[in-house]
């Protein structure tokens, strides 16, 4: 099975109902453009999950940024992956370094919520990457391969659960590793996947993500192993998301 690339945007805590414009924008786009070989996602604040997924945006789907491992219960301020789900969400972020880093979540939390996510039969997203200062001490593989093995949970299949390789020093920051460091994470991102889940390992969807932008997302997600993109500051405009989505047309 071939993996079934995705460019997902990740708003994290940025928009307002009035962003509807951006959806509308980019559902225009997409249809203008043309067929493009991937799914398209945007991932807004809660606050906009079900706002966006009711108004149902022709070839975007939503989904959320988080969730709480649990199902329901005494978490003030918490959301679980089944109010998403009854929000009209189809995927849920998971792990994403802003949430390790902030939230002090390890991957055993982001195996637990992952499962939560599977269990309401959404799509997980589980993002795994290295700081800078492990990628200096040479610790990269190292990093990403234990994130994975410990975020992505026993039920993970390809049809329930995609991989992102972030790297946190490229996040937001308009620096991104060399295409030829980018495979090398992938490809051993894949061979983990195979030799844990067998031939299914083959069929997940590995994103990259950490400044994607119009201008480097066709030599990225050329990449031996990348089967899309998770996409922060550039999905907040219908243009650039879609100069994006332009490297699968
Ligand atoms: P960025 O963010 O595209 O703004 O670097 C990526 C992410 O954090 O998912």
């Given at each position: 099975m071939?993996?079934?690339?995705?460019?997902?945007?990740?708003?994290?805590?940025?928009?307002?109902m009035s962003s509807q414009a951006e959806l509308e924008a980019l559902a225009g786009?997409?249809?203008?453009?043309?067929?493009?070989?991937?799914?398209?996602?945007i991932c807004p604040p809660f606050t906009l999950v079900s706002a966006f997924a009711s108004a149902g945006y022709a070839g975007v789907a939503i989904g959320a940024q988080d969730c709480h491992a649990a199902q329901s219960g005494a978490?003030?301020?918490?959301?679980s992956a089944e109010m998403l789900r009854?929000?009209?969400?189809?995927?849920?972020?998971?792990?994403h370094s802003e949430r390790r880093a902030d939230h002090a979540e390890t991957s055993a939390l982001v195996q637990d919520k992952a499962s939560a996510v599977l269990s309401e039969g959404l799509k997980a997203i589980v993002c795994v990457g290295e700081t800078e200062a492990e990628r200096d001490a040479g610790r990269t593989l190292d990093v990403v391969l234990s994130q994975v093995a410990e975020s992505v949970p026993a039920a993970a299949t390809p049809h329930n659960t995609i991989v992102a390789y972030e790297p946190v020093?490229?996040?937001?920051?308009g620096r991104t590793p060399t295409v030829a460091d980018v495979a090398d994470v992938h490809a051993a991102l894949r061979r983990a996947l195979i030799e844990r889940f067998e031939d299914a390992?083959?069929?997940?969807?590995?994103?990259?993500?950490?400044?994607?932008?119009?201008?480097?997302?066709?030599?990225?997600?050329?990449a031996d192993n990348v089967n899309g993109a998770l996409v922060g500051g550039a999905s907040l405009k219908a243009a650039d998301l879609n100069g994006i989505i332009e490297a699968y047309r």
């Open positions: 071939k993996p079934t690339a995705l460019v997902a945007g990740n708003w994290k805590m940025n928009g307002l786009m997409l249809k203008d453009g043309g067929d493009a070989d991937c799914d398209v996602l978490h003030t301020g918490d959301i009854d929000a009209g969400a189809k995927y849920v972020i998971v792990g020093w490229a996040i937001g920051t390992g083959e069929g997940f969807a590995i994103l990259y993500g950490g400044s994607v932008k119009p201008s480097n997302a066709k030599e990225l997600m050329a």
